[in-house]
């Protein structure tokens, strides 16, 4: 293994459209939400292994989630998490990673990748990953992962890309935020479009030079506190400055400007697991289509739902067609899928109704 690759996970989100089973104080990534005895956090984590050491692979987290994380993932030590005061989306913890990551080790080739996401081939994954560190190690690059789309999906940003490549790495043409379903539609027929899953592969020096060039309120910010990286003052730095830094997330302040923006187009078995439908479509399913997680339960009549009990509860189902289910603690949710973008903000409105003890 090269010493020199690290591996960013960001495990900081809530997942909000995860409601009632994801909760502030325990998100999603730190759930079993596929049934198979492993957080998502804890699968992402044995996925990189096969890439890295354990101790060249760092969790940027918020606070509150630091035991969490030490619990869950054997051979991770304190010294590995970086942890967010407050959050600020992915740019801020993006630069206060790298900064601390050049101080250990000024070439680093690291790889940025989200904590929540299933991916059923691993070994294709971590070989495309390969290839980018590859092309970074030689390159100031930023490198993303493709997904090749599979349907005209408004709910994910679009990459173009040039048809020119060299190894399999391509030039970005263009970012495109969540488009109409006739762009989507559009986008799938041109055929040199990817989703943009929040995968990147850059040396530290090369995202460094970005955030100079093209954010350099947030690269100034971070800055200041370089003598404090890996010391004893890096919290209280991080602590004070860090909740100034913007609001604003890597794809706006860096992505969707740089020059030097490559993509790798991969088939890896991809779900970003970001909604009960999206876990739906990754699960296996019984005779009736439905995904059914719960131990004491008699369903009828039911077909094309996902359905989460609680192990000490028993349900008893029936007539639902392309529903979601989910009995967690104080919360019963009960909602059509087709519907299931309004989650979010019916929660957000029912915690000012009735407090944020349900969120």
């Known amino acids: ?43 992402t984590y044995e996925r990189f292994l096969k890439l890295c050491p354990k101790e060249n692979i760092f969790i940027v987290t918020n606070n509150q989630y630091e035991d969490i994380i030490l619990q869950q993932l054997e051979g991770i030590t304190s010294s590995q998490l970086i942890c967010e005061p407050s959050r600020n989306n992915t740019a801020p913890c993006i630069a206060y990673a790298s900064f601390k990551l050049q101080a250990l080790n000024p070439e680093a080739n690291i790889v940025v990748a989200p904590s929540d996401h299933f991916i059923l081939y691993e070994d294709v994954f971590i070989e495309k990953i390969k290839i980018a560190l590859a092309y970074t ?84 910010l971070f800055n200041k506190g370089i003598a404090n990286y890996n010391t004893e003052l890096e919290r209280g730095f991080i602590d004070t400055h860090y909740p100034n830094s913007p609001n604003i997330s890597i794809d706006y302040a860096i992505m969707e400007q740089a020059d030097n923006v490559y993509t790798i187009p991969a088939e890896f078995g991809w779900s970003d697991l970001g909604t009960w439908a999206s876990l739906y479509d990754a699960a296996p399913k019984n005779e009736e289509h439905n995904v059914i997680a719960a131990q004491q339960i008699n369903v009828k009549d039911t077909n094309n739902s996902i359905i989460h009990i609680n192990g000490d509860k028993l349900a008893v189902i029936r007539g639902l067609e392309n529903f979601i289910v989910v009995d967690e603690g104080n919360a019963l949710l009960i909602y059509p899928k087709a519907q299931e973008q309004e989650i979010k903000e019916v929660v957000k409105e029912m915690s000012i109704s009735f407090g944020d003890r349900f969120n």
């Open 1 to 43: 293994m090269n010493p020199n690759n690290y591996v960013l996970i960001m495990a900081g989100g809530v997942g909000s459209r995860f409601w009632p089973k994801s909760r502030n104080n325990f998100p999603k990534q730190f759930l079993d939400i596929l049934g198979i005895g492993k957080s998502l956090l804890q699968l």
């Open 137 to 220: 190690e030689q390159n100031e690059a930023l490198v993303t992962l493709g997904i090749n789309p599979i349907r005209p999906d408004t709910g994910y940003g679009y990459i173009k890309y040039a048809s020119e490549n060299v190894e399999g790495v391509y030039k970005v043409a263009q970012f495109t935020e969540k488009p109409t379903l006739d762009k989507a539609k559009i986008f799938l027929e041109d055929g040199n479009y990817v989703w943009n899953a929040g995968i990147f592969i850059w040396k530290v020096g090369s995202i460094i030079n970005a955030l100079q060039k093209h954010a350099a309120e947030i690269h100034d």
